[in-house]
């Protein structure tokens, strides 16, 4: 996948941990609402590219995740404790 020139993983990232809580949460619903901040800020991302921004970040550690994130409704994710 490759982002918009206009967007950078930094802002994803913002996105992404924004609507991450401490609590798990169905990677479904933190990307729904990861797109709902996208269009207020009209930024052209699709749900695809915060799937696999998602998997990245859990594999680095930097957020948490319990199931297979690929399989969105069937995995959870949540910040680090």
């Known amino acids: 996948?490759?982002?918009?020139?206009?967007v950078s993983e930094s802002d994803l990232d913002?996105?992404?941990?924004a609507a991450l809580d401490m609590r798990w949460q169905?990677?479904?619903m933190v990307i729904a609402k990861a797109l709902q901040r996208c269009e207020e800020l009209e930024l052209?991302?699709?749900?695809?590219?915060?799937?696999?921004?998602?998997?990245?970040?859990?594999?680095?550690?930097?957020?948490?995740s319990d199931g297979d994130v690929r399989v969105w409704r069937f995995s959870e994710v949540r910040l680090t404790r």
């Open 1 to 6: 996948m490759v982002l918009p020139e206009s």
């Open 14 to 17: 913002t996105i992404i941990f």
């Open 26 to 28: 169905k990677t479904a």
């Open 44 to 64: 052209p991302i699709n749900a695809e590219i915060f799937g696999v921004r998602i998997q990245a970040l859990a594999e680095a550690g930097r957020l948490e």
